[in-house]
């Protein structure tokens, strides 16, 4: 127990977490092998473009600790598939996640061994994800940004080959109406 109180904020005009000490950019080259668009001829510009980005508040990576953290998901698409993270699981299969919606639009994509499910992510909305299902979050609003608290335990680990193995039954487009569901 070395770990003393202390105090986060959600600055919402910065977009972070005040108080957090681990930050992040994921651009498109980091992830374009998770959209379904394949050109190996991709302009650099593109491939620099944010996608996301983390600010994290880090304690002691052990049982009893919480990590939180804010992601901003920029507003856009590649090639009409919205901006989204890469989406993990958990190594510590067993932990939990709560997503807390702070502003703009998105959808929080869930996935188990066989059920897909979404929820709508909107400002004071929290989706409880139950430890074994891999999450992913996609900006479906392609005018503004979206701004997500989350809160997890701080032993949980990132499993990113878990969306590999078992990816999302569905993908997030653009569309006439807002977004639309592609199954993969
Ligand atoms: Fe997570």
Redesign the pocket.
């Known amino acids: 127990m070395t770990q003393l109180p202390f105090v986060t904020r959600i600055d919402t005009a910065n977009h972070t977490l005040e108080g957090a000490d681990n930050f992040s950019e994921t651009r498109l080259k980091d992830m374009r092998s998770l959209y379904s668009y394949r050109n190996s001829n991709e302009d650099d510009a593109t491939l620099e473009t944010i996608v996301y980005r983390v600010s994290r508040k880090d304690v002691p990576t052990e049982p009893g600790e919480l990590l939180q953290c804010i992601t901003e998901i920029l507003p856009g698409d590649y090639h009409g598939e919205f901006f989204m993270t890469k989406g ?3 190594k510590q299969r067993e ?1 939990t ?1 709560i997503y807390l919606g702070i502003a703009g639009y998105g959808l929080v994509l869930m996935q188990n061994e066989n059920e897909f499910r979404f929820e709508e992510l909107l400002p004071g909305r929290a989706i409880y ?1 139950p430890g074994g299902w891999n ?1 992913r979050t996609v900006n479906i609003d392609p005018q503004q940004y979206l701004l997500f608290y ?1 809160i ?1 335990p701080a032993n ?1 680990g ?1 499993d990113y080959e878990a969306v590999i193995k078992n990816p999302f039954q569905y993908r997030v487009f653009r569309d006439t109406q807002g977004y639309r569901f592609e199954e993969r």
């Open positions: 993990h699981g958990h932990c996640e994800i999450h989350s997890w949980s990132y």
